[in-house]
């Protein structure tokens, strides 16, 4: 049985992938580091192995994997999906809430990829990291946000650079906007209103239709596929029709 690890699978994207991965067939090592949710998840579901933690700790992090060793070897899977999302002018941003974003986002990515590699490099598994639109496109009050997921993008390349030696995959997934518990608390009705306005398929995406580009990924249908990014996103990055005038 295939073992994927996915981080900030309490609930939103990260349990909708975990779900896929199960019909697919693998087990899941539940990551999060909300315990009760993840705990109250986790018992409702078979073949997951739930572990309580930070992303960005770094001995938490080392000491999850030395359990994922212990327990399962190799991984054939890693998504670092775990983020979280503070919108916010640059002049209100200060250094507290601008670590807050990049710990989490990018130390956590950088973490949790350096401690799978003994573990990927055994199964040749691959990686997928989670940015966002906002890290493909810069737009108002995402100063952190944007920059953090934008960084993760390259962090991205450079570990298909690195990683490939090994047979490592390292791909990224870019969502538009799913109504999760992050995003509703940082979009207002007028920001739903612009976002239908910029998508040409008009609406947002559902968790499961990002899961589903994550578990793709990972699957053996993507074995010559690295350091590609790919955007779950109705077309909004890739198209212009964001000026609402012209749909009309
Ligand atoms: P969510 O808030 O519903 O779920 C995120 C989960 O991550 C939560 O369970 C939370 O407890 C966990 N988490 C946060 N920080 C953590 C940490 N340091 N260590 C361990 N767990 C942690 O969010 P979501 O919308 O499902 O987001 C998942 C990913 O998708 C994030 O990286 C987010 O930036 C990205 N994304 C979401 C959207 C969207 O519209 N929902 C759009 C683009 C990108």
């Known amino acids: ?50 572990i309580v933690a930070d992303v960005s700790d770094p001995e938490a992090v080392a000491d999850l994997f030395k359990e994922v060793e212990e327990r399962f070897g190799g ?11 503070d919108f916010g002018p640059i002049e209100e941003t200060d250094f507290a809430r601008w670590r807050r974003v990049m710990e989490t986002n990018l130390d956590g990515v950088f973490l949790m990829s350096q401690e799978a590699i003994p573990a990927l490099k055994k199964n040749k598994g691959s990686i997928v990291n989670i940015a966002s639109i906002s890290g493909l496109r810069a737009s108002t009050l995402r100063v952190a946000y944007g920059t953090s997921k934008a ?34 608390a940082v979009h207002t009705q007028d920001i ?43 077309g909004f990055e890739s198209t212009g ?4 005038a012209l749909r009309k």
């Not at 991984?75 to 999302?85: F, K, R």
């Not at 793709?216 to 074995?223: I, R, V, W």
Request: charged fraction near 20%; glycine fraction near 10%; aromatic fraction near 4%.
């Open 75 to 85: 991984l054939d899977a890693l998504v670092n999906n775990a983020g979280v999302a």
């Open 192 to 234: 739903i209103d612009a976002y239908h306005d910029a998508i040409p398929l008009n609406r947002y995406g559902s968790e499961a239709e990002i899961g589903s580009v994550i578990v793709f990924l990972c699957s053996d249908k993507a074995t010559y596929v690295t350091g590609q990014i790919v955007a779950a996103d109705g």
């Open 1 to 50: 049985m295939k073992t994927a690890l996915v981080t900030g699978s309490a609930r939103g994207i990260g349990l909708a992938t975990t779900k896929l991965f199960l019909e697919e067939g693998w087990q899941v090592v539940m990551v999060d580091r909300d315990g009760e949710e993840l705990l109250a998840t986790a018992e409702s579901l078979d073949n997951v192995h739930p």
């Open 151 to 184: 960084a993760v993008i390259h962090l991205t390349k450079q570990q298909a650079a690195e990683l490939g030696e090994y047979g490592i995959r390292a791909n990224c997934v870019c969502p538009g906007p799913v109504r999760t518990k992050l995003a509703m």
């Open 241 to 244: 029709v964001g000026l609402p």
